[in-house]
């Protein structure tokens, strides 16, 4: 089945871009999401990428896919200190069937220096 | 939309007592997820339902855990006898599967704790 990897930690400075990566291993995930979770919250959908596509962006959010590598990124232009959150990278299983299950990577903690 | 409604969203028992977490996902939506987080084990799918049937219920740790979705707008898990390596916060998401993207939406969650 699906396997979803992150890094667990990134810091920058207010005013960077931030970038976060994720891989998974089964190139026929049709959609790939990153949601975003601050503290003491459920997790809130950020944007999501159909698997034929490269690129999507919106507004400060760009979302690149690289899927001879399965790599995924996430880059948030001009962080703000209200960026900070954790960020959960999350591929449609293709065994999930008639139903969409999700396989959530460990989460990356992103912290804004002021 | 009010979204996916979890009640209670913190809650403190003993070991032993039975817990019952509650979930309204949102009007529409056929899918239903529970999820469970903890620092060590990252974020867990426990079981889902597909228009009101469990499909996969192979991430419910133990038989001390059971969930029912007895309609459309209403899903339970329950945790009988609770333990305290159970304290954890329990999410609800649902979607809207064969639609669009089947974006799963969250609710805000249930804090657990057993003593």
């Known amino acids: 089945g699906e396997d979803v990897e992150q890094s667990l930690f990134l810091s920058v400075r207010e005013g960077d871009s931030s970038v976060i990566n994720c891989t998974y291993t089964?190139?026929?995930?049709?959609?790939l999401y990153w949601y975003k979770q601050e503290p003491g919250a459920g997790l809130q959908l950020l944007t999501y990428?159909?698997?034929?596509?490269d690129m999507k962006q919106d507004q400060r959010l760009t979302v690149l896919l690289n899927k001879k590598d399965k790599h995924l990124s996430l880059r948030i232009a001009d962080t703000q200190t209200g960026d900070s959150a954790i960020y959960f990278c999350?591929?449609?299983?293709?065994?999930?069937?008639?139903?969409?299950?999700?396989?959530f990577g460990t989460g990356t903690l992103l912290a804004v220096q002021p | 939309d009010a979204g996916v409604i979890q009640s209670p969203r913190h809650e403190v028992t003993e070991m032993g007592q039975e817990v019952t977490l509650r979930c309204k996902p949102i009007?529409?939506?056929?899918?239903l997820f529970w999820y469970r987080q903890t620092m060590m084990r990252g974020l867990e799918l426990l079981i889902y339902f597909n228009n009101n049937v469990p499909i996969d219920d192979s991430g419910m740790p133990e038989d001390r855990f059971s969930a029912k979705m007895p309609n459309a707008s209403f899903s339970t898990l329950k945790i009988q006898p609770s333990e305290p390596r159970d304290s954890a916060v329990y999410f609800c998401?649902?979607?809207?599967?064969?639609?669009?993207?089947?974006?799963?939406?969250f609710g805000p969650g249930t804090r657990l704790t057993v003593l």
């Open positions: 009007s529409g939506h056929n899918s």
């Open positions: 990428i159909f698997s034929n596509m």
């Open positions: 998401a649902s979607s809207a599967t064969g639609v669009g993207t089947d974006t799963q939406y």
């Open positions: 089964d190139s026929s995930s049709t959609y």
């Open positions: 999350a591929a449609t299983d293709a065994y999930g069937g008639a139903t969409n299950k999700l396989i």
